[in-house]
């Protein structure tokens, strides 16, 4: 069985460096909301149903060509995030179910897409990790401009980033939800933890 597969030379260097500079600049790119898992990351969470893709590509058009190139036929509801780390950065062992916040008979994604936006030349440490029934089916060293598909049931981790620079990459969890399930995920979601230290007390807001 293949667990993984790897793209070289996904998209044209223009587009990622437009990616990394509207990433950057985003006024929601702050330390993470994501789960203790990811230790010492950056980013910001979108949550949408295949529904308002439209609506999504409006509103963050640099993401237009990533989600025309990853999104699977067979998906109807979505996790993405960019997710930086940089020295001392970690991703501890988990199996994605982050949108298990809004329905709580939530299943692994189907598959999990990530594009490495920028990653160092000399990067130290860093590699994906993937794992299943606790045996390692895949250590990946993350390079720019290569986009991974991997099994969304599969445990994964990010091994501690040692060297300097950063590793910027664009996650999507996607996921086959049934018509109950799907009736409890947001059309779009934002989040932040940008948005909810202005806004205390409240964890989601509309895009």
């Keep these: 069985m293949s667990y993984y597969h790897q793209h070289l030379q996904a998209f044209s260097q223009t587009y990622l460096s437009e990616l990394q500079g509207e990433i950057f600049a985003c006024p929601y790119f702050a330390v ?14 979108l949550v949408f149903k295949r529904s308002h893709l439209i609506s999504v590509k409006q509103r963050f058009p640099y993401l237009k060509l990533y989600l025309d190139r990853v999104l699977q036929e067979e ?30 008979t939530i299943t692994p994604p189907l598959i999990v897409s990530v594009l490495y936006i920028k990653i160092p030349a000399d990067l130290q440490g860093g590699e994906l990790v993937l794992c299943t029934s606790k045996r390692q089916v895949g250590q990946i060293r993350p390079q720019t401009n290569t986009l991974l598909f991997f099994q969304g049931d ?9 060297s300097t620079g950063v590793r910027l990459s664009l996650v999507c969890e996607q996921y086959n939800l049934e018509a109950a399930q799907l009736r409890e995920i947001p059309e779009i979601k934002l989040e932040s933890r940008a948005i909810k230290e202005k806004k205390k007390g409240k964890k989601r807001y509309d895009v």
């Design 32 to 45: 993470n909301n994501l789960n203790r898992d990811f230790v010492g990351t950056k980013g910001f969470s």
């Design 154 to 162: 599969l445990s994964h981790s990010v091994k501690p980033v040692v």
């Design 75 to 104: 998906c109807n509801a979505f996790y993405l995030n960019p997710l930086l780390l940089e020295r001392g950065s970690r991703v501890d062992p988990h199996i994605d179910r982050s949108l298990r916040s809004y329905c709580e």
